[in-house]
């Protein structure tokens, strides 16, 4: 069973709330350009994420609006902004890695910064036509002379989805991925 592969880049969702602090009141993320999947964009805005350490700029947002703002970083990243951030689903950020997100108009202080779950997003109705049906990781296979198995591929059954896999750019980079590529699903092999 083959899935293609999405490269996520540092981002950060956001609550209405949140949004309206950053941007100003009533204000509307933009739309850049869809992402795959439904109902979610790569908005015109960008935020700064500070620590006590460092900052990054020009961090985009992503849309919609949330019920939760999350700071969604790779290990690199953490390391520049001196975070020991924990490897969380996306939306679990309780407990999560303090951080001051800057916009034009304010900024906030939350703990939303994680570093994702590698995860595969499947589509409840080709989940068991696809095999996924009760199972909550996979391995998957990297072919190249970088490659490898990754390990706790959580899968991420919903409704309103489209079937790819995300990771993010450490993982990329380390296993040398492109964005569109097919790697191989493995239901049994386990670390």
Do not use: W
Not at 17 to 45: H, M, V, W
Not at 115 to 120: D, P, Q, S, V
Not at 165 to 172: E, G, P
């Amino acid at each position: 069973m083959k899935v293609t592969v999405g490269i996520s880049a540092r981002h950060v969702h956001v609550t209405r709330e949140d949004l309206e602090i950053l941007f100003g009141k009533d204000y509307e993320l933009t739309k850049c350009r869809n992402i795959n999947q439904p109902g979610q964009f790569a908005s015109n805005e960008f935020v700064t994420v500070r620590t006590e350490k460092d900052e990054i700029a020009h961090i985009r947002i992503l849309g919609p609006v949330r019920q939760y703002t999350q700071v969604e970083l790779s290990k690199t990243d953490c390391i520049k902004l001196g975070l020991n951030a924990p490897i969380r689903e996306s939306g679990d950020v309780i407990g999560s890695s303090k951080v001051t997100i800057i916009g034009p108009k304010g900024m906030i202080e939350r703990e939303a910064g994680i570093i994702a779950t590698r995860h595969i997003h499947v589509p409840i109705e080709d989940a068991k036509k696809l095999g996924f049906e009760g199972l909550e990781t996979v391995s998957v296979k990297i072919p190249g002379k970088k490659g490898g198995i990754m390990y706790h591929v959580s899968v991420r059954i919903a409704e309103n989805s489209y079937y790819e896999m995300h990771i993010d750019t450490d993982d990329a980079n380390a296993f040398q991925i492109k964005s569109g590529e097919e790697l191989e699903i493995f239901k049994d092999i386990q670390e």
